[in-house]
């Protein structure tokens, strides 16, 4: 069964960055499409960005559109989020989730397979 583990969270200022990493085990993520998530307190969680199994298709909210970039390293078994000109609202615990294969979608129900999360905070 696939297992997914969430990292590269951590405190940063705004403006500054994070990469996120989303690694699985137990079985490969090149045949499924990645959701990345994110939970603030008191919010209800959101589909932020995706990236489908072969990569062709890409997803961002508006909110992220611009400043956060999403790929996949199918060798490593990883994908990334690269995170730039964090603010103070990108505050949150953000999800990894796997589903799907040949499009994406920031459908939670899409996603059979949820990483723990990881918290970002960006705070001066």
């Known amino acids: 069964q696939l297992q997914l583990v969430e990292s590269g969270g951590g405190l940063v200022q705004p403006g500054g960055s994070l990469r996120l990493s989303c690694a699985a085990s137990?079985?490969?993520?090149?045949?499924?499409?990645i959701g990345w998530f994110r939970q603030a307190p008191g919010k209800e969680r959101e589909g932020i960005s995706c990236?489908?199994?072969?990569?062709?298709?890409?997803y961002y909210s508006d909110p992220v559109k611009g400043r956060f970039t999403i790929t996949r390293d199918d060798a490593k078994n990883t994908v990334h989020l690269q995170m730039n000109s964090l603010k103070p609202e990108d505050t949150a615990v953000y999800y990894c989730?796997?589903?799907?294969?040949?499009?994406?979608?920031?459908?939670?129900?899409?996603?059979?397979?949820w990483g723990q999360g990881t918290q970002v905070t960006v705070s001066s």
């Open positions: 989730a796997a589903g799907g294969r040949y499009y994406c979608s920031d459908y939670e129900s899409m996603y059979v397979y």
């Open positions: 137990g079985s490969t993520l090149d045949s499924y499409a």
């Open positions: 990236i489908s199994s072969t990569a062709s298709m890409r």
